[in-house]
């Protein structure tokens, strides 16, 4: 930010100078004349031509000020920074003020250009990589770790920035910037698997500031604990299901003995939550690890709808709730139909799940033309608002003892977020501690599909 510049004290003097001492130089004038006239006048009586010698006082006079003007316009026109010609009078008023004032500003400008050349100098020394572009995108200014990390050369001043960085998720979030406020990751084309995470601000008119740094090692990290997680589950499948087929053998014998019954049956429990939780954790990396955009099934909302209500039905037999289908929507939606299903699923046993016996359930479709808006209401324990942000984070749960109790592997609202994600939509949560919750996944009109129009 640049502080506006004090006005040197210098600035003052000249200003009260100006305006309260040209009365003094042009008195130096006055008194030349007057000089110059007394002489003409005794000369004039002494020889008896007191006119002529009048009038060659005052051409003498006229030419001493058209000598001043001359050496004035000399030195505005051909030496303005060299030291004024000693003049007096206005003249010499005039000259002392335009030199003052003509030092006062290249002290300011110095000034400037010291401090555009230090914050020049700290650019070029950060490792983010910055470009500069000017109103009709073209790169005007870069460093040199923009050079390292896009390439850039000294012939691509003037250039387009949108034809050196090509990537389709940068063209699409130059042209949007506003909708990801964090920036945008891309792989960079001119190295081998690398991949950097840019920022664009605007000034001015249509002006960029481009700011960007390398991510390929947090990238890496991120990929490796994906691996991991996904390898890990995989190879725990294989021993689950063996356990869980020889567990349900064991159970299901009527001769078991009454207390290896139980410790049967708490293993079989304890089994199928492992079960639930590599399952989910193998659908949220395969949600992750999808890049592409969800599959564009049309899906029918209204049999979606009774289907999801029939499994809640079933789901709530334990808990008895009072549950409501609220459709209010022509729209059916386009996108993945398992992922969705899952993902609304999801919703609706923890609605179930989080409302104390005999709660009241309402599961809705609806749109307003522009958005459509899939619901879960519940009259459950409700959250603490402090818990909301993090909410869809993985294995975050408000009370972990409680969400253990009902078999929850706290991975549910990381796999609504993803699924979501990749339909373009959104979750918005409401809720009131002990009154309930509203959760509505929120989707963008290019999902909507509106059959009846
Ligand atoms: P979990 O498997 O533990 O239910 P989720 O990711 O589905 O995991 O939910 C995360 C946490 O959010 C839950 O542990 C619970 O504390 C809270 N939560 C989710 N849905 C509700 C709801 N409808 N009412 C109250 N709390 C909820």
Redesign the pocket.
Known sequence: MYEPYPVPELAREHQKFLYSSLWTFAKQDLRLLVFLLIIAGCIGLGIGYLWICLGIACLIFFGIQLRSLYLVNDWISNRPYDVPPNLNGIWGALLFNVYRSQRQERIVQSEMVGLIDRTQSSLVALSEAIILTDDSHQIEWWNPAAEKLFGIQAVDRGRNLLTIIRQPDFIEYFHNTHQAPDGVKIKLVNHDNKYAQIKLTRFGNESRLLVAHDITRMKNLEQMRSDFVDNISHELRTPLTVLSGYIETFTDQEDINPRWKRAFEQMQSQTKRMNALVNDLLLLSRLENEKQIAKNQIIEMPSLMNHLFDDAQAYNIDYGHTLNLDIDSHCDLIGSDMELASAFS?LIT??I??TPKGGTITIGWHDDGERGYFSVQ?T????DPKHLPR?TERF????SAR?RQTG???????IVKHVLMQHGAHIEIESKENEG?T?IAVFPKERLYKMHE
């Open positions: 999801n923890n609605a799940k989080y519940d459950g324990i409700g959250i909410l975050y749960r408000v009370d969400s929850g592997t706290g991975l549910g609202l990381a919750s959760f």
